[in-house]
C-alpha cells in the first residue's frame, strides 16, 4: 500500500456486514408477516364479537362490527404474505374477500337494501397501532438482532 499501512480481516468484515444486511432483510420480512398475522387475528375477532342466525335482525349496532351469521365473511380474511416495498421495506396485506365485506365496513347500497357502516378492519387496525401492539408484532420479527 502506498501510504504503508497493512489491513488484515477486509475479506471478513465483508463477510460479516453482508451477514448483517441479510439478517435484517429477513427480520424486515418476518416483522411484517408477524404485523399481519396479528391484524388478521384481530379482525377475525372483532368479526367473532356477536352472532345471530340467517333471517334474524342482527344484534350490532350501526358503527359495531357485523355479527356472525355464517362465517364466511370472516373466513374470507386472507393475508398476502411481505414482499419487498423499495429498498428497504415491506408490505403485507390482510383484507377480506367476501363480497359482502366492503358495504359491511363502509355502508351502502347493497341493490334492495341501504346498510350502515359496520366497521371491523380499520377499527382493529387503529386499535393495534394505538396500543402499540402492531409495532411490538413487526418488532418481533427481529428477535434479539
Not at 477486509?10 to 391484524?39: M, T
Not at 335482525?57 to 380474511?77: A, F, Y
Amino acid at each position: 500500500m502506498a501510504d504503508g499501512m497493512i489491513w488484515h480481516g477486509i475479506p471478513e468484515f465483508k463477510a460479516a456486514l453482508d451477514k448483517a444486511v441479510a439478517d435484517a432483510y429477513k427480520a424486515g420480512q418476518r416483522g411484517a408477516n408477524n404485523a399481519a398475522a396479528l391484524v388478521d387475528k384481530t379482525v377475525k375477532a372483532k368479526l367473532s364479537l356477536t352472532t345471530h342466525k340467517r333471517g334474524t335482525p342482527t344484534p350490532s349496532r350501526p358503527g359495531e362490527p357485523p355479527s356472525l351469521i355464517s362465517g364466511q365473511m370472516r373466513r374470507s380474511v386472507l393475508i398476502v404474505p411481505a414482499v419487498p416495498y423499495g429498498a428497504t421495506a415491506w408490505k403485507s396485506q390482510v383484507g377480506p374477500t367476501a363480497v359482502q365485506s366492503r358495504v359491511q365496513e363502509l355502508g351502502g347500497s347493497t341493490g334492495t337494501t341501504v346498510l350502515p357502516a359496520r366497521p371491523y378492519l380499520e377499527p382493529s387496525v387503529k386499535e393495534l397501532i394505538d396500543s402499540g401492539a402492531l409495532w411490538l408484532a413487526f418488532r418481533s420479527g427481529y428477535g434479539s438482532f
